[in-house]
């Protein structure tokens, strides 16, 4: 017995852990796009990315004004914190041309072409002709050639300035923390003019939720509880507009829009998509599973038909209202082409976010930081209503059936 649920507890185990990795696996590009969108623009070029954002931290100078990054560095055979106060000085390295297994590296500031920039002297090294230059090392100047020019970059101790040490940026080891730039979601407002593209995208989809849940339950109703000539055949002609692609209507819908003035408004990205076959399907079979008695006993009592739906079928419907809420509210919101048809780029005050966001991505191409955080502000609030109304779809699945 104990056996038996020893090996029940591990079956169960394993499959959560597997679960869990193929949950992780799939909500990875959503934590990274979340993160993203706090990291500074130079976080974002990173190689190896890091999921969490980072900065370098910043110290002061004794002696210096401003603050300056902190960086590892090896320092009288010990690894110190030193803050990098020049970024870009040009080295040179150097050699005796009489004995040049000894290469020097020296500032370039400090050495002067022999002979001049124009007819500047040259020596042999190994087969190949090298510049000279004139170099001053200890109150001596000397001449030497030079091999070949790199940068390095100036770090000193932040308590003792005294102590320098020059070595290349790229190469050296930042003091880094965790940190946030909240920021970025100011920036691209400011940026993009995100906050009326919100509204706009706010309003339009409240008005399409609210306009497909009143015709589609309207016509749920209709079609599964009143009697009229040609009801079935309607219901079906009606239901088979879904298989008819949204490419065929663009160019109709288009012409429509612009015999009635309704391009380029806003008013032009709610009406048309309010009626929907499918939310009225949806309602009608949800509303057949709904026992006639219940009905024919309310209009005993007298009540009218919009009493019935209004008290009755309207509170057993929340599953099926809440699928449909769903539904409509992810498809208003992330629409894109038919906006990008009938609404002007640059008419910005009527934009919505999916073609702010497009805009966006050729304005701050080289901010990923910044297209995250767009990016964020649009796919965050569809998740929450996923979230909170994706436990209603079995509820709205089992209940509706296939009854006809």
Not at 166 to 195: C, F, K, W
């Amino acid at each position: 017995m104990k056996s038996q649920k020893l090996a029940t507890y591990l079956r169960n185990g394993l499959i959560y852990l597997v679960l869990t990795g193929f949950a992780l696996i799939m909500l990875f590009p959503f934590f990274f796009m979340f993160f993203t969108s706090f990291k500074e623009p130079r976080d974002t070029f990173r190689y190896p990315p890091r999921l969490l954002p980072r900065a370098v931290e910043m110290t002061s100078v004794s002696g210096m004004e401003g603050e300056f990054p902190l960086y590892e560095v090896d320092f009288e055979g010990e690894t110190r914190q030193f803050a990098l106060i020049e970024s870009s000085i040009r080295i040179g390295i150097f050699v005796d041309p009489a004995q040049p297994d000894t290469p020097l590296e020296i500032p370039l500031s400090q050495t002067s072409p022999r002979g001049g920039f124009v007819d500047q002297e040259v020596v042999v090294i190994d087969g190949e002709e090298r510049p000279l230059f004139d170099v001053e090392i200890a109150g001596e100047t000397v001449t030497l050639a030079q091999l070949s020019q790199t940068a390095r970059g100036r770090f000193v101790d932040p308590d003792n300035p005294a102590h320098e040490v020059m070595q290349n940026v790229r190469l050296s080891t930042p003091i880094e923390s965790l940190t946030a730039h909240p920021q970025n979601y100011r920036d691209v407002v400011e940026l993009q003019g995100l906050d009326r593209s919100l509204t706009n995208t706010i309003l339009v989809t409240l008005l399409v939720v609210v306009g497909t849940l009143t015709t589609s339950v309207l016509g749920g109703y209709a079609f599964a509880r009143m009697r009229f000539p040609g009801r079935d055949n309607l219901f079906v002609l009606y239901l088979g507009t879904i298989m008819i692609p949204f490419v065929v209507l663009v160019t109709p819908m288009y012409q429509f829009m612009v015999a009635i003035g309704w391009v380029d408004r806003i008013v032009s990205l709610i009406l048309p998509w309010i009626f929907s076959a499918y939310g009225t399907f949806l309602m009608r079979q949800f509303f057949i599973t709904i026992p006639k008695e219940i009905e024919e006993a309310a209009l005993i009592d007298g009540a009218s038909r919009l009493q019935i739906l209004w008290r009755i079928f309207l509170p057993a419907s929340t599953p099926a209202l809440a699928t449909l809420t769903t539904f409509v509210f992810l498809y208003a919101w992330n629409s894109f082409f038919w906006p990008l048809v009938v609404i002007n780029t640059g008419n910005t005050a009527n934009h919505v976010l999916t073609l702010s966001l497009n805009v966006l991505r050729g304005r701050a191409a080289d901010s990923p930081n910044l297209i995250l955080a767009g990016a964020a502000i649009a796919i965050l609030p569809p998740m929450i209503i996923f979230i909170l109304g994706q436990r209603f779809f079995v509820e709205s699945a089992t209940a509706s059936g296939v009854k006809g």
